[in-house]
């Protein structure tokens, strides 16, 4: 009688370490790939979401022949060019409440996917008084952050026709990325608070009218005190000068050889190049994407102003018409 044996097939020890080397060769060079692959999909959305603002804002203009401000009344209603750009922004439901209402919602289309300062749920809680306009209601500290901001020197504080760009459409930034928070580690303390604006007592071209123009107050002296707040590193803002005078000398930038140039304060303006999320100061553009920073430009183009580009060309890129040629991608 023939005994039937079973057979067993098992791996030798050696078999199953060259199985997990295998493995784990794989898995390194795949996570790369995927993590290639996640990047530029967030890049891809980045974009998305700035040419979504970039028409927008040409939305607007188009109904008026003129932006809206930085901050101001535009089409009967207060707010921010954040909040003026709602209703072509598939939000005229969230515009219609108002801009108090409105402040306290994150937009998705105001997230960088990159963005690692920004909330889990897009909120950031002011909390310190003297900081609140007095439009908002204090007891509700929440605001929408924004991991873009919009052009201080291109939309000002009245708002810009677009032939006023005299240094050309496609080379004037309207929007870029900037971290949506600056921590207590940076240079400068703030958030990009979309809703966040006031109207000052006298705008920056009102000052420098003044025989002896005088900076925006760093610290309020009534209350509540307009000045102080526009002034404030809350604004989802860039391109902002807090300066009514000059830096440097004659001959070095931003003066000419015989002129030094009023309220072109350079070190605000000036760009930050990858830094650390734990130290950006919250006055200035940061790139968050890799190789540059995500822009939209006043012909309502999304490129990418490559990292390391000069102060020079990058505070260029952001005057619509003071005479500088330049350069772009």
Same mark, same amino acid.
Request: aromatic letters at 10%.
């Given at each position: 009688?023939? *005994? @039937?044996?079973?057979?067993?097939?098992?791996?030798?020890?050696? &078999?199953?370490?060259?199985?997990? =080397?295998?493995?784990?060769?794989?898995?390194?060079?795949?996570?790369?790939?995927?993590?290639?692959?996640?990047?530029? =999909?967030?890049?891809?959305?980045?974009?998305? @979401?700035?040419?979504?603002?970039?028409?927008?804002?040409?939305?607007?203009?188009?109904?008026?022949?003129?932006?809206?401000?930085?901050?101001?009344?535009?089409?009967?209603?207060?707010?921010?060019?954040?909040?003026?750009?709602?209703?072509?922004?598939?939000?005229?439901?969230?515009?219609?409440?108002?801009?108090? /209402?409105?402040?306290?919602?994150?937009?998705?289309?105001?997230?960088?996917?990159?963005?690692?300062?920004?909330?889990?749920?897009?909120?950031?809680?002011?909390?310190? !008084?003297?900081?609140?306009?007095?439009?908002?209601?204090?007891?509700?500290?929440?605001?929408?952050? #924004? #991991?873009?901001?919009?052009?201080?020197?291109?939309?000002?504080?009245?708002?810009?026709?677009?032939?006023?760009?005299?240094? %050309?459409?496609?080379?004037?930034?309207?929007?870029?990325?900037?971290?949506?928070?600056?921590? #207590? %580690?940076?240079?400068?303390?703030?958030?990009?608070?979309?809703?966040?604006?006031?109207?000052?007592?006298?705008?920056?071209? *009102?000052?420098? *009218?003044?025989?002896?123009? $005088?900076?925006?107050?760093? =610290?309020?002296?009534?209350?509540?005190?307009?000045?102080?707040?526009?002034?404030? !590193?809350?604004?989802?803002?860039?391109?902002?000068?807090?300066?009514?005078?000059?830096?440097? =000398?004659?001959?070095?930038?931003?003066?000419?050889?015989? $002129?030094? /140039?009023?309220?072109?304060?350079?070190?605000?303006?000036?760009?930050?190049?990858?830094?650390?999320?734990?130290?950006?100061?919250?006055?200035?553009? *940061?790139?968050?994407?890799?190789?540059? /920073?995500?822009?939209?430009?006043?012909?309502?183009?999304?490129? $990418?102003?490559?990292?390391?580009?000069?102060?020079?060309?990058?505070?260029?890129?952001? #005057?619509?018409?003071?005479? &500088?040629?330049?350069?772009?991608?």
């Amino acid at each position: 009688m023939r *005994q @039937n044996r079973r057979v067993r097939f098992a791996f030798t020890l050696i &078999e199953l370490l060259v199985v997990i =080397a295998i493995i784990a060769i794989l898995i390194a060079l795949l996570v790369p790939a995927v993590q290639k692959v996640r990047e530029a =999909a967030a890049v891809a959305q980045a974009k998305n @979401n700035l040419k979504q603002l970039g028409l927008a804002a040409h939305n607007t203009h188009d109904q008026t022949k003129k932006t809206p401000p930085m901050y101001g009344n535009y089409g009967g209603k207060d707010g921010t060019i954040f909040y003026h750009l709602l209703p072509h922004l598939e939000q005229g439901n969230l515009w219609s409440q108002g801009q108090d /209402i409105a402040r306290q919602t994150p937009l998705v289309v105001l997230r960088h996917p990159s963005d690692g300062t920004y909330p889990p749920n897009g909120i950031y809680a002011l909390t310190v !008084a003297s900081d609140i306009p007095p439009w908002a209601n204090a007891g509700v500290p929440n605001w929408g952050v #924004s #991991s873009f901001a919009a052009n201080w020197q291109f939309f000002g504080d009245d708002g810009i026709a677009l032939v006023r760009v005299t240094d %050309g459409t496609s080379n004037t930034i309207m929007f870029n990325e900037k971290y949506a928070i600056a921590k #207590s %580690g940076g240079a400068v303390t703030g958030a990009g608070l979309w809703g966040y604006g006031v109207r000052p007592t006298l705008t920056a071209s *009102q000052r420098l *009218q003044m025989i002896t123009p $005088t900076k925006f107050p760093t =610290a309020p002296t009534t209350s509540p005190d307009y000045d102080y707040l526009f002034a404030k !590193a809350w604004w989802a803002r860039t391109g902002f000068v807090n300066n009514p005078g000059t830096s440097g =000398a004659l001959g070095q930038w931003p003066n000419t050889s015989s $002129t030094m /140039i009023n309220w072109d304060f350079r070190c605000m303006r000036c760009s930050e190049w990858t830094p650390s999320p734990e130290t950006v100061n919250a006055f200035k553009s *940061q790139s968050i994407t890799a190789g540059g /920073i995500l822009a939209c430009y006043a012909d309502g183009s999304v490129r $990418t102003v490559p990292a390391g580009t000069n102060d020079e060309t990058f505070c260029a890129m952001e #005057s619509p018409a003071l005479g &500088e040629v330049v350069n772009v991608p």
